[in-house]
C-alpha cells in the first residue's frame, strides 16, 4: 500500500470485509437461522445468541448495499465552519478538515503493548462466549480487575485462535518504518492552531463538521447560557455538602479534579449557518459570528469527588433499563427492533427534548427512581439499601459544581449531561410515568386528521369499546384499532349560543364572587390565629422566663440541702451553648432491643460500627438500667436520657477520639463485668464509677494531645497552667453536665456517696496524663506503706487515683508485674487486690481495640493514625517539635501494632485469663491472630519494597 498511492482504500475496504464476512459465516454456520420464528424463539432463549444473529442481519446487509465512499464537495454541510475573525489558510484548512480525532501515526511501534492489548481482546471474547455480558460468574457488583478465565471446549474455533494468539511470536517480529501521515508543514500547522490563544476549535453537536470560534465569542455565548438563574447558580467557593476529609479519600482514592464545563455549537440549530452552508461546495465556509449559534452545555468530571460514586450507582441501576418496554441498548439494536415494530411504507418520524438533562427537577427525578427501585426491587443486590442510592443520586445531584473561565457554578436543575450515570437516569425518569387519557386522545385525533375537542370513541376488531387510557391493551398490524368519531350536532343559531356563552359567563363570575367571599372569610380567620399564635408566643416567654427562676431557685435548694460549695459547678441558667440543657424529653426514638442484640452487647466481639448514634445512646441506657445501676444510684429515667443525650453532644467528631470511642471503651467495661462477673466481687457503687467514667473519659477531646496544647500554648494549656490540659478540661466539662440538675443522674444519692463519685471519676480522667505519674504513684506508695484506711477521705482518693492510673501506658508493666504477684493467693475481699484487679481492668477496656474481630479493630487503627497525622502535619506547618510515633513519614500500621500487641496487649490478657479463665478463648486467642495477621502484612511489605528495588 505504501508504493501504490493511487489505490482506492474504499474499494479495498469492501474486498476485505466481504471475505472477513464469507469466513465468519462458514465459521458459525451452525448459528445461522432463516426461519424468523425460529430466531425469535431462540434470541428469547439465549442473549449472546441474540446479538450473535444481530450480527449476521448487519453483515448481510452490508453485503447487499456496501456503504460507497463521498466527495468532501458534495456533503451537505462542510467539514469546516469557521465562525471567527480569523482567515484559515490552505494548511489549516487541509489538517482541520481531517477532524478533531485525526491521530498521527507513531514513528515507532510497541508490540508488548499490542500483545496485551491482544490478550486481553481474546479474553474478553472467551468471556463473552461463556457469560455474555460479565467477568465473572460470582461477580461483585463492584469488581472491576477480575482475572478469571473461562474454559476451553465451547467453541473450537475461538480455542484455535486464542491459543494460537498465545503462541504468537511476537518479540521476531521486526519493527517495519511506519509512513508519517503528518508531513513537517502540517505539524507546524498544528502548533501555530494550538497556540492561538484568540480562537477556540470544538467538535459540531451533530455531525463531524469542525467548528473554529474567537474565544470570547465563545466565551459570551457560553456566559448567556450560565446566567439563566433556572439551571446555574455562581459560587464563590464550593466544597461537597456532607464530605468530610475522610468520606472523601474512600470515595475517591485518587486525586480529584474539578469538574469543568464547555459547549458545542450546534450548527444545525442556526438558521444562519444553515442558509450559508445550503449551496456550498467548498471544505470551508466562513461566517462571522452568527446571532443565532446555541451551545450544548457539558459538566465533564471523570476526576471529580462524584465520579466513582456515579459509576457505581450506574451500575445499580442500569439493570433496570431492560424492563423498559421501548428501551434499545444503542443504535443497532433500535435497527433490529424496527423489522419487527413497523409496518411497510410507515412514515417514522422522531422528536428532540430540548435540554433533556438540565430541565429534570430534582423532586421529579428522585419520585421516579423510588418508583423503579419499589416495582423491580430485585434487580438491586440484597445488600445495597434502597435508601443508599437514593441518597446517592441526591448528593450527586446537589453537589453538581463546575469550573469556567476562572468562576465557579452550580447547575441547580438536573444532572449534569457528563455524569456517568446521566443516561441511566434520564431514561428511567422519562419512562417512569405514562401519557394520560388526554395524551392518547389528543395523538388519536391527530391521527385521524380531526380537532382535538372532536370525541372520539376507539373499538377493536371484534367491535368491543376500548377505552383511551394507559392500561389500553397493546394492539398489532393484524389486529388494529377502529377509530369512530362521533357526529357533531348541528350549527345552532348565533342567538343561542350568545345565550350560552352569557350564561357560561354568569356562571363564572358566580363562582369568582363566591371565591372572593371565601378569600375575605379565610382572610380573617388567618389574621385570628395569628394574633392567637402571638398571644400564645408572649406567655411562651414568660414560662421560659419562669423556668429559669424555678432553675435558679433549685440550685438554691440544692446548696442549702447539700451544705457544701461545689466549686465546678455552673449555674443552670449559664449562656454557655457548649453544654446543652435538655428540658424535655430527648429526641432519639425508644427502640426496643431483642434478646439477641442484649445478648450480643455483652460479648467482645460487638460491632460498634454497625450501630447509628441514637442506636448507641439506647444501648448506652441499657446498659446502665441491666447493671442495676439506676436503682444503685436511684436514676430518674428521664435525667438518664438527658444526660446522655447531653454527653454524646459535647464529643467532638475526631477520627479517633469520638463518641464512638467512648462508646467503644464503655461497652468492653459492660462485657468485661459481665464475662467475669464482676459484681460479685466489687460493689455496684465502683462498677458505677466505672462504667461513667468510660462514657466522659474524652469529653470535648480538639482532637490535639497535651504535647501540642503545651506547646503551641493554647487557650487550654494557659488556663490550666500546663498541668493536664485536656484531662482537666474533660472532667470541668463532666461535671459542668452533671451540674444541671436536670442531667444530674447522681443527684437522689447522699453527700459522701457523690463525694466518693466525683472524686473516683475525677482521679479516673487527671491520671490518663503522663506527666502526673511520679507524683501520684508517690502518694500511692506512701499510703500502702502506712497502711490502707477505706474510711478516711485521703486514702480513698489514692484508692482510685491508682484505679485511673491503670490506663497510663507509661505504668504497664508495673500494674502488671504487680498484679501478677498477687495472683497467687488473690482474695476479693482484700482491698489491695481489688484496687489492683480493677486498675488491670480499666488498662484492658482502653487499649482493647485488637481484640474485637479485625473488620472492627482495623477502622480504629486507621482512625487513630489519621489523628496522629493531622496533628504532625499541624505541628510541622506551625514549627512544633513532632513525635516519631506521628509522623506519617516515618510509621507504618503493620509495625507499629506487632509490638503493642506482642509486647502490651498479650502480657496483660494472659494474666488477667489465669484469674478468669474464660478471657483466654474469647480476648488471648483473638490477640494471638491479630499478631500473625500484621506479621505476614509486614513481611509482604517487605517483599513488595524488595520488589520495587
Known amino acids: 500500500m505504501q508504493g501504490n498511492r493511487n489505490h482506492n482504500p474504499t474499494n479495498n475496504f469492501r474486498q476485505n470485509h466481504q471475505q472477513r464476512s464469507q469466513r465468519y459465516e462458514q465459521s458459525n454456520s451452525n448459528y445461522k437461522r432463516n426461519d424468523e420464528s425460529t430466531e425469535s424463539q431462540n ?6 445468541q441474540r446479538n450473535r444473529n444481530s450480527r449476521e442481519r448487519f453483515f448481510r446487509t452490508r453485503r447487499e448495499k456496501p456503504r460507497h465512499s463521498v466527495e468532501p464537495s458534495k456533503c451537505e454541510i462542510p467539514r469546516i465552519i469557521n465562525l471567527s475573525n480569523l482567515t484559515l489558510s490552505a494548511p489549516e484548512i487541509q489538517i482541520l478538515s481531517k477532524g478533531l480525532k485525526f491521530t498521527p501515526t507513531p514513528q515507532t511501534s510497541n508490540y508488548n503493548e499490542v500483545k496485551d492489548d491482544i490478550s486481553n481482546f481474546c479474553r474478553k471474547l472467551c468471556l463473552t462466549e461463556e457469560l455474555f455480558d460479565k467477568e465473572n460468574p460470582d461477580e461483585s457488583i463492584v469488581r472491576n480487575k477480575s482475572t478469571y478465565k473461562s474454559s476451553k471446549g465451547k467453541n473450537k474455533a475461538l480455542d484455535t485462535f486464542c491459543d494460537h494468539i498465545t503462541n504468537f511470536p511476537f518479540n521476531e517480529i521486526q519493527s517495519p518504518k511506519c509512513r508519517p501521515n503528518t ?40 456566559n448567556n447560557l450560565l446566567q439563566d438563574n433556572t439551571y446555574y447558580e455562581k459560587v464563590k467557593n464550593y466544597n461537597q455538602k456532607g464530605l468530610t476529609d475522610k468520606e472523601c479519600d474512600y470515595l475517591t482514592n485518587f486525586k480529584c479534579k474539578s469538574s469543568n464545563f464547555y459547549g458545542l455549537p450546534k450548527i444545525h440549530k442556526s438558521n444562519v449557518i444553515r442558509e450559508s452552508c445550503k449551496n456550498s461546495k467548498s471544505e470551508c465556509v466562513n461566517i462571522p459570528h452568527p446571532n443565532d449559534l446555541k451551545l450544548r452545555p457539558i459538566v465533564a468530571g471523570p476526576s471529580c469527588e462524584t465520579h466513582r460514586l456515579s459509576n457505581f450507582l450506574d451500575i445499580l ?106 443516561p441511566t437516569y434520564a431514561n428511567l425518569i422519562i419512562f417512569s410515568r405514562h401519557c394520560s387519557s388526554r395524551d392518547i386522545h389528543d395523538l388519536i385525533a391527530q391521527v385521524a386528521g380531526v380537532g382535538k375537542f372532536c370525541e372520539i370513541s376507539l373499538k377493536d376488531c ?36 350568545i345565550a350560552q356563552v352569557l350564561t357560561t359567563v354568569t356562571e363564572q363570575f358566580n363562582r369568582v364572587f363566591k371565591m372572593e367571599e371565601l378569600k375575605s372569610d379565610i382572610s380573617s380567620r388567618l389574621t385570628a390565629l395569628e394574633r392567637k399564635m402571638e398571644i400564645e408566643g408572649l406567655k411562651s416567654v414568660e414560662i421560659e422566663k419562669c423556668k429559669r427562676d424555678i432553675s435558679e431557685i433549685k440550685d438554691q435548694i440544692w446548696t442549702a440541702q447539700k451544705k457544701f460549695v461545689d466549686f465546678n459547678r455552673i449555674s443552670s441558667v449559664s449562656d454557655e451553648t457548649k453544654i446543652s440543657l435538655k428540658r424535655d424529653v430527648p429526641s432519639y426514638p425508644k427502640y426496643t432491643l431483642s434478646h439477641e442484640t442484649t445478648d450480643y452487647l455483652k460479648q467482645p466481639t460487638f460491632d460498634i460500627w454497625h450501630w447509628e448514634p441514637n442506636e448507641m445512646l439506647s444501648l448506652m441506657e441499657h446498659m446502665y438500667h441491666e447493671l442495676g445501676l439506676v436503682a444503685e444510684f436511684s436514676i430518674n429515667p428521664i435525667t438518664l436520657k438527658r444526660w446522655i443525650l447531653c454527653v454524646q453532644e459535647n464529643y467532638r467528631n475526631n477520627p479517633f477520639h469520638n463518641f464512638r470511642h467512648s462508646f467503644c471503651v464503655t461497652q468492653m467495661m459492660y462485657g468485661m463485668i459481665n464475662l467475669c462477673r464482676l459484681w460479685d466481687h466489687i460493689s455496684r457503687e465502683s462498677l458505677g464509677i466505672l462504667m461513667t467514667a468510660c462514657v466522659c473519659h474524652d469529653l470535648d477531646h480538639p482532637g490535639y494531645n497535651n504535647t501540642y496544647q503545651i506547646n503551641a500554648r493554647t487557650e487550654l494549656a494557659i488556663r490550666y497552667n500546663d498541668i493536664s490540659p485536656l484531662e482537666n478540661h474533660h472532667c470541668a466539662i463532666a461535671f459542668k453536665i452533671l451540674s444541671n440538675p436536670e442531667c444530674n443522674i447522681f443527684s437522689n444519692v447522699d453527700k459522701d456517696t457523690f463525694k466518693r463519685i466525683r472524686s473516683g471519676m475525677t482521679m479516673l480522667v487527671l491520671a490518663t496524663d503522663m506527666a502526673r505519674h511520679g507524683e501520684i504513684m508517690d502518694g500511692f506508695k506512701e499510703k500502702l506503706e502506712l497502711g490502707f484506711d477505706y474510711s478516711k477521705k485521703d486514702h480513698m482518693d489514692s484508692a482510685i487515683t491508682n484505679l485511673i492510673l491503670a490506663t497510663d501506658m507509661a505504668r504497664h508493666k508495673d500494674i502488671l508485674e504487680t498484679f501478677k504477684s498477687k495472683l497467687e493467693n488473690f482474695d476479693f475481699t482484700n482491698e489491695e487486690h481489688s484496687v489492683a484487679l480493677k486498675m488491670v481492668l480499666i488498662k484492658a477496656c482502653d487499649i482493647s481495640n485488637e481484640v474485637r474481630p479485625m473488620e472492627v479493630s482495623e477502622p480504629w487503627v486507621d482512625c487513630l493514625l489519621e489523628e496522629y497525622f493531622n496533628q504532625s502535619d499541624r505541628e510541622k506547618s506551625e514549627g512544633l517539635p513532632v513525635a516519631p510515633f506521628m509522623d506519617r513519614d516515618k510509621v507504618t500500621k503493620p509495625t507499629a501494632q506487632i509490638g503493642f500487641i506482642k509486647f502490651v496487649l498479650i502480657p496483660m490478657f494472659e494474666t488477667l485469663s489465669k484469674l478468669f479463665p474464660i478471657l483466654d478463648e474469647t480476648m488471648v486467642e483473638p490477640l494471638r491472630t491479630a499478631r500473625d495477621r500484621y506479621e505476614s502484612m509486614k513481611e509482604q511489605g517487605a517483599l513488595d519494597e524488595k520488589e520495587k528495588k
Not at 434470541?43 to 449472546?48: K, L, Q
Request: charged residues 25%; aromatic residues 10%.
Open 43 to 48: 434470541n428469547n432463549r439465549n442473549p449472546y
Open 183 to 222: 508531513s513537517r508543514q502540517e505539524w507546524e500547522t498544528i502548533f501555530k492552531l494550538k497556540n492561538n490563544k484568540d480562537i477556540i476549535i470544538k467538535e459540531a453537536d451533530k455531525g463531524s463538521a469542525v467548528v473554529v470560534m474567537d474565544l470570547n465569542y465563545y466565551i459570551n455565548i457560553a
Open 317 to 422: 441501576l442500569k439493570p433496570i433499563l431492560k424492563h423498559i418496554p421501548s428501551f434499545v441498548r444503542d443504535d443497532l439494536d433500535m435497527l433490529n427492533h424496527l423489522p419487527r415494530t413497523v409496518c411497510k411504507d410507515s412514515i417514522m418520524v422522531s422528536f428532540d427534548v430540548v435540554n433533556l438533562y438540565t430541565t429534570i427537577p430534582h423532586e421529579y427525578g428522585l419520585t421516579a427512581i423510588e418508583f423503579w427501585l419499589e416495582k423491580f426491587p430485585s434487580e438491586v443486590p440484597d445488600r445495597i439499601e434502597k435508601k443508599f442510592i437514593i441518597e446517592g443520586i441526591k448528593f450527586i445531584l446537589q453537589n453538581n459544581y463546575f469550573n469556567f473561565n476562572g468562576e465557579s457554578y452550580r447547575q441547580i436543575s438536573g444532572t449534569a449531561m457528563g455524569t456517568k450515570v446521566a
Open 462 to 497: 371484534q367491535g368491543a369499546h376500548v377505552s383511551l387510557a394507559p392500561t389500553m391493551p397493546m394492539n398489532s398490524n393484524g389486529l388494529p384499532y377502529k377509530v369512530a368519531i362521533k357526529d357533531t350536532a348541528p350549527t345552532s343559531g348565533d342567538n343561542e349560543v
